[in-house]
């Protein structure tokens, strides 16, 4: 039978030399609750972190549907008027605009200003378009194409002290002329 021996004057981890454990085991239990404090607060920090992306994904998803519903509604109000006389064309360039819904049979209005919905602040601003001469639209020099405004669509929303945004952008071309 196989005994395991003592090196002499060395006693084991779990005794002093009075033999008492006790002193060894409060260390050791401070040690393991410091542990398992610093993992808690990790875990919890990382839980918490990734609640707050994912609740700025779900708000950003939000606004995006927003700034596309306003394109698709510059859209129907190209469609349903006419581009000089009441329509996109008579709209003045680098103000914001906002939808209004009225009628009967309903349809989209543009007037100035931004509209709030929910937390969110939607706004149209359209642009001039620019072509050289081969037609092709340039960001600078070139002619301003009468036919063809660009807007954009802007959503932001403030969010745990900071201002998020997304913004959409599209042509809008004269296309009964």
Do not use: C
């Amino acid at each position: 039978m196989k005994t395991e021996k003592q090196h002499e004057g060395v006693l084991p981890l779990s005794q002093s030399p009075s033999g008492n454990s006790r002193g060894v085991t409060v260390v050791e239990i401070l040690v393991a609750t410091a542990i398992a404090t610093v993992v808690f607060v990790s875990v919890l920090g990382g839980t918490i972190f990734i609640l707050q992306q994912a609740k700025t994904q779900e708000q950003r998803g939000k606004a995006l549907a927003l700034a596309q519903e306003g394109l698709e509604a510059v859209r129907s109000f190209r469609d349903a008027t006419d581009w000089n006389e009441d329509g996109i064309g008579t709209k003045n360039t680098g103000v914001s605009f906002m939808l209004l819904e009225s009628g009967s049979p309903a349809r989209w209005e543009l007037v100035q200003g931004t509209e709030s919905i929910d937390e969110y602040t939607r706004e149209i601003i359209f642009e001039q378009v620019r072509r050289d001469g081969g037609g092709n639209i340039v960001e600078e020099g070139g002619a301003v194409d009468e036919e063809t405004k660009k807007a954009r669509v802007r959503v932001f929303w403030d969010s745990r002290g900071a201002t998020y945004e997304v913004e959409v952008a599209s042509l809008f071309a004269n296309w009964r002329q």
